[in-house]
């Protein structure tokens, strides 16, 4: 009937068509004209929250409106069917991209009802004003479109709107305190409101208190909103969407849900709310959506939660609980999501998990669960993703065949879990991701019959035998890490030929021998591997002979350390950022073709036979190269003599090559240079005291070379030297002089107090673009022995300037470094007394002044120093009584010979016993010494009985030595020390190690 109606008006009114047809040519052209205003452009913003956050079809709609065909056909336009008017218009998702016009020719269609401009891109422009013509509108979305600044408080005047949507998707949104009352105020017939992300820090949130009871959906995430939020907006009764997360400075009454309530979605997560809010969840049986994360429970996961029958989405992350999951949480029989993931939870996994038919996705990593898994999360069969990483599982996995068939990403990385891997786990056909990583587990991987599987980590277990071979058939594999477990037999690289889409490949840390055919080499056909996706390949420590060439083009780590291979050291693909070569057979000389690879960062050769000099093209690689080992090596010659500006150097390590020197100040261009390694060389220069100004300079080993001469500074200048440093050693050169008291004075680090706390953290490069964290490593003596430090920890403080023939005292001003853990000054021309100011040293753990001049007595406050595990004073001119108790009753004889005036344990010599004098002494002063217990009191048990003697012993230790014997001991003490000063001086020769 409608159409013969039409037909009938504008017979009978023919004024009616040309107005029609007026109107719609007038909106076409409208609509044609702010299409032209924009670029037609996918932009990463736009597809992001449109495709990955909204989940909509993404496409450009105004591809299909042409002039001179009926807009109201067009993709996205709708009309009013009586008089053509454009009533509504959905561009969302457009692919729009370019400043939104304040003049658009949009405005000129004043009869629109919808508006949806949604998940385009209109880089960063501010919203028109002229929004408020559109008085016929009652649904309005600009969400995630890229404009910024002020909300005009036009928008307040669309009084028709029921929904509104200007979340701002990340980009700075404001909306000022009228503004917003002028919304809540006008928009009486509102039932949607979403205005996340908007900046609402000058409002306070009791301006919401008066909106429309028709309200259905209020949004306001992440808004910084203030001050207490309205009770009553929990009472609307047509409520079913309140989403107030991200609000962390909004507080929360306690509050008490009614029965009546139709809340269906519920988001409180980081918003700060008494505990008592939870006591009432449970009346909220509409409930479908409940997300608390990010807030401080101080009790038990309350059973509250377990009594909402019609939940499927809970959502408690990051909620700290004390106790573990309650068994109530089977009652929980609609849900499809729960995530209680860094909660703290503890105990172990209740068997009532397996009432949960109904879930899809279930999320408990990084608490502290322990137990077994049981047997019952095999009923799980919905079960999409299961993650329970990083807790204290253990046992074995449950094992059933036909376990989890929907299974998509298994995640139980860092349990305790063993046994084999289940059978399940080859066999469930939509598996997509497996990390089990760090576990123990054990036995052969089979073969997997999932052809949809893309990740696959099994590092840091304790699985054996051969690769399966199947790997060759997952087409869709971009992750395959194994290292770090027991693998062994020969792996045909050709298995990896086929894998178009391999991106990280690390078999490190295996027994397995790595071939072709009947070689242990990497074959030219390899650059097949991930036709040209793989980035990152780690076949280090394993068994690798030899290596034709590198073919990968877009490689960008490579890591072939530990093996086994000789021959030339081949060049990497220019792209290479991280090349590791180390504790290998190479040698012959570098070629500076290496330069060409301009994006290096981490270049490690070090451990190999290379020789001839370094290529002085090292110093120009100043925009990338952070990390240069050539350590143990023959390189000869000198240091690469100029670094140009802009030098990116951390880490500089040239140990234990044949280099001659000197070091030029052109290294002050790298201002980021953290350890300079230049030990074990030929250098004959003096001290390089300009390094001093490098502010970041925290380890400096120049020891084993010929440097000589005082380290004295030729500057006046008063800025701090060496700020940072923290291993400073200068062992075995010829240095001579004073011990260098400003130095000591400016190593700022080692007194810091601030620097404790990073106990357990390690110097090196943190880069994940290029793979992770390196660490810095170093050759050092510890406690008398050698060691090659792998790792270095920030709390190392070690000075080291032992084998030199630095003279005088040693300064009191190294009592000042209390964070020192390690202090070599052997093998010196020392002398005068060991201060006492090294009592304050209260981090030290060794201490060597052997082999030096020094004399007096030993401070007994050393004794007190907690950590002292190693005491090396031997080869000096000490005398009295050695320090008793504590950490020194555990060094033996070889800390102190040499020193033919020390007594007491542990020294064969016991401190001698003075006779008591005449009895008026003894009336004069009667008091009791603190002196300890003597031991050559008990050798008088050879004389008369091993009992005898010790009994003695006993009783002059209960009682003390009477003061007068100590002031004798004294007196004796001060006239040796004079008749040796009478003798003169002895030698002053050295002794090195």
């Known amino acids: 009937m409608a159409p013969y109606l039409f037909l009938c008006l504008f017979l009978f009114f023919p004024h009616l068509y040309a107005s029609f047809s007026s109107s719609g040519s007038h909106s076409c052209s409208s609509l044609i004209q702010f299409k032209n205003s924009f670029s037609i452009t996918q932009t990463e913003y736009a597809s992001f929250y449109c495709d990955r956050v909204a989940g909509l079809k993404s496409y450009p709609k105004t591809n299909s409106w042409k002039e001179g065909t009926d807009c109201c056909s067009w993709d996205g336009v709708t009309c009013d069917h009586l008089n053509a008017h454009v009533i509504a218009l959905d561009l969302s998702c457009s692919w729009l991209y370019g400043n939104f016009p304040s003049n658009t020719t949009l405005f000129l269609l004043p009869h629109l009802q919808k508006l949806n401009l949604a998940y385009n891109d209109f880089n960063d422009s501010k919203i028109p004003s002229e929004f408020g013509r559109f008085t016929s509108l009652f649904y309005l979305n600009l969400s995630c479109t890229r404009f910024v600044g002020e909300v005009p408080s036009q928008v307040s005047h669309l009084s028709k709107l029921v929904s509104l949507d200007l979340s701002s998707g990340g980009y700075v949104q404001t909306i000022d305190k009228h503004a917003l009352e002028g919304l809540v105020h006008n928009l009486t017939e509102v039932r949607h409101l979403f205005l996340d992300g908007m900046n609402m820090s000058s409002v306070n949130a009791h301006v919401f208190m008066n909106l429309s009871s028709s309200l259905r959906s209020l949004s306001l995430a992440r808004c910084d909103l203030q001050g207490k939020f309205p009770k009553n907006i929990f009472d609307l009764p047509n409520l079913n969407l309140l989403n107030l997360e991200g609000n962390q400075n909004l507080n929360l009454d306690p509050l008490k849900f009614n029965r009546s309530s139709n809340l269906e979605h519920l988001d409180l997560s980081s918003v700060s709310f008494s505990t008592e809010l939870i006591d009432s969840v449970d009346n909220l049986q509409a409930l479908k959506y409940l997300d608390l994360s990010g807030n401080s429970f101080f009790q038990g996961l309350s059973v509250s939660f377990t009594n909402l029958s019609s939940l499927e989405y809970l959502i408690l992350r990051g909620a700290n609980f004390c106790g573990g999951l309650p068994d109530s949480m089977g009652n929980l029989v609609s849900l499809k999501f729960l995530d209680l993931s860094n909660s703290n939870l503890s105990g172990p996994l209740p068997r009532s998990l397996g009432n949960l038919l109904q879930l899809t996705y279930l999320d408990l990593r990084s608490n502290k669960l322990s137990g077994q898994i049981p047997l019952s999360i095999l009923n799980l069969t919905q079960l999409e993703y299961l993650e329970i990483a990083e807790n204290f599982l253990e046992g074995s996995i449950p094992d059933d065949v036909t376990a989890f068939p929907n299974l998509i990403s298994l995640d139980?990385?860092?349990?305790?879990?063993?046994?084999?891997?289940?059978?399940?786990?080859?066999?469930?056909?939509?598996?997509?991701?497996?990390?089990?990583?760090?576990?123990?587990?054990?036995?052969?991987?089979?073969?997997?019959?999932?052809?949809?599987?893309?990740?696959?980590?099994?590092?840091?277990?304790?699985?054996?035998?051969?690769?399966?071979?199947?790997?060759?058939?997952?087409?869709?594999?971009?992750?395959?890490?194994?290292?770090?477990?027991?693998?062994?037999?020969?792996?045909?690289?050709?298995?990896?030929?086929?894998?178009?889409?391999?991106?990280?490949?690390?078999?490190?840390?295996?027994?397995?021998?790595?071939?072709?055919?009947?070689?242990?080499?990497?074959?030219?056909?390899?650059?097949?591997?991930?036709?040209?996706?793989?980035?990152?390949?780690?076949?280090?420590?394993?068994?690798?002979?030899?290596?034709?060439?590198?073919?990968?083009?877009?490689?960008?780590?490579?890591?072939?350390?530990?093996?086994?291979?000789?021959?030339?050291?081949?060049?990497?693909?220019?792209?290479?950022?991280?090349?590791?070569?180390?504790?290998?057979?190479?040698?012959?000389?570098?070629?500076?073709?290496?330069?060409?690879?301009?994006?290096?960062?981490?270049?490690?050769?070090?451990?190999?036979?290379?020789?001839?000099?370094?290529?002085?093209?090292?110093?120009?690689?100043?925009?990338?190269?952070?990390?240069?080992?050539?350590?143990?090596?023959?390189?000869?010659?000198?240091?690469?003599?100029?670094?140009?500006?802009?030098?990116?150097?951390?880490?500089?390590?040239?140990?234990?090559?044949?280099?001659?020197?000197?070091?030029?100040?052109?290294?002050?261009?790298?201002?980021?240079?953290?350890?300079?390694?230049?030990?074990?060389?030929?250098?004959?220069?003096?001290?390089?005291?300009?390094?001093?100004?490098?502010?970041?300079?925290?380890?400096?080993?120049?020891?084993?070379?010929?440097?000589?001469?005082?380290?004295?500074?030729?500057?006046?200048?008063?800025?701090?030297?060496?700020?940072?440093?923290?291993?400073?050693?200068?062992?075995?050169?010829?240095?001579?002089?004073?011990?260098?008291?400003?130095?000591?004075?400016?190593?700022?680090?080692?007194?810091?107090?601030?620097?404790?706390?990073?106990?357990?953290?390690?110097?090196?490069?943190?880069?994940?673009?290029?793979?992770?964290?390196?660490?810095?490593?170093?050759?050092?003596?510890?406690?008398?022995?050698?060691?090659?430090?792998?790792?270095?920890?920030?709390?190392?403080?070690?000075?080291?300037?032992?084998?030199?023939?630095?003279?005088?005292?040693i300064p009191k001003v190294i009592g000042k470094l209390n964070l020192l853990k390690g202090l070599n000054l052997s093998h010196n021309n020392l002398n005068g007394g060991i201060p006492t100011s090294m009592e304050n040293l209260t981090n030290l753990e060794w201490l060597d002044l052997s082999s030096n001049t020094l004399s007096g007595t030993i401070p007994n406050r050393l004794a007190d120093l907690p950590f002292l595990s190693s005491f090396n004073v031997s080869e000096n001119q000490l005398h009295g009584q050695i320090p008793q108790g504590k950490q020194f009753n555990t060094f033996g004889n070889d800390s102190y010979e040499g020193n033919k005036g020390l007594c007491g344990f542990p020294v064969s010599k016991g401190c001698n016993i003075i006779e008591p004098p005449p009895p008026n002494v003894l009336e004069k002063d009667g008091s009791k010494s603190n002196i300890t217990f003597g031991w050559k009191v008990v050798l008088i048990g050879y004389g008369c009985g091993v009992v005898f003697g010790m009994s003695v012993g006993y009783v002059v230790f209960q009682t003390g030595k009477p003061k007068w014997l100590v002031n004798l001991v004294e007196i004796q003490h001060e006239k040796k020390r004079r008749r040796k000063s009478k003798d003169g001086s002895r030698s002053n020769g050295r002794r090195r190690i």
């Open 412 to 809: 139980l990385f860092d349990n305790l879990l063993n046994g084999t891997l289940p059978s399940w786990l080859y066999t469930t056909p939509s598996l997509n991701g497996i990390d089990l990583s760090q576990n123990q587990f054990s036995g052969h991987i089979k073969e997997f019959q999932s052809k949809s599987l893309a990740l696959i980590r099994l590092e840091n277990n304790k699985l054996q035998g051969p690769l399966p071979s199947s790997i060759s058939q997952l087409l869709n594999l971009t992750w395959l890490d194994l290292s770090s477990n027991n693998l062994s037999g020969v792996v045909e690289f050709r298995m990896f030929s086929n894998l178009p889409n391999l991106e990280l490949l690390d078999l490190s840390y295996n027994s397995l021998s790595l071939t072709s055919n009947t070689t242990s080499t990497i074959p030219q056909w390899m650059q097949e591997v991930g036709n040209g996706s793989l980035t990152y390949f780690n076949v280090s420590h394993n068994s690798l002979t030899e290596v034709e060439h590198f073919p990968w083009k877009n490689i960008a780590v490579l890591d072939l350390s530990s093996n086994l291979i000789g021959g030339n050291l081949p060049i990497p693909a220019s792209a290479v950022n991280v090349f590791l070569i180390s504790n290998n057979n190479f040698n012959g000389e570098v070629s500076s073709l290496i330069c060409n690879a301009t994006y290096l960062k981490i270049l490690d050769l070090s451990h190999n036979n290379l020789s001839g000099t370094i290529p002085r093209c090292f110093g120009n690689l100043s925009n990338s190269l952070q990390f240069l080992n050539l350590k143990k090596n023959k390189f000869y010659g000198t240091i690469p003599p100029t670094f140009a500006e802009g030098c990116q150097l951390t880490n500089f390590n040239l140990n234990g090559n044949l280099l001659e020197g000197p070091l030029t100040p052109s290294i002050l261009n790298c201002i980021g240079l953290e350890v300079l390694d230049l030990g074990n060389n030929k250098i004959n220069d003096t001290f390089p005291h300009w390094l001093g100004s490098l502010p970041q300079l925290q380890v400096l080993v120049l020891k084993s070379n010929h440097m000589h001469g005082p380290l004295c500074v030729n500057s006046s200048k008063s800025s701090p030297f060496f700020s940072k440093i923290q291993i400073f050693d200068l062992s075995s050169n010829y240095f001579s002089g004073p011990l260098p008291v400003r130095y000591i004075n400016s190593f700022k680090a080692i007194i810091n107090l601030e620097k404790i706390g990073s106990t357990m953290s390690y110097m090196g490069v943190n880069d994940p673009g290029i793979g992770g964290f390196y660490t810095y490593s170093i050759g050092i003596v510890m406690k008398g022995q050698y060691m090659e430090l792998v790792k270095i920890f920030t709390m190392w403080m070690i000075i080291d300037l032992s084998n030199n023939q630095f003279e005088g005292g």
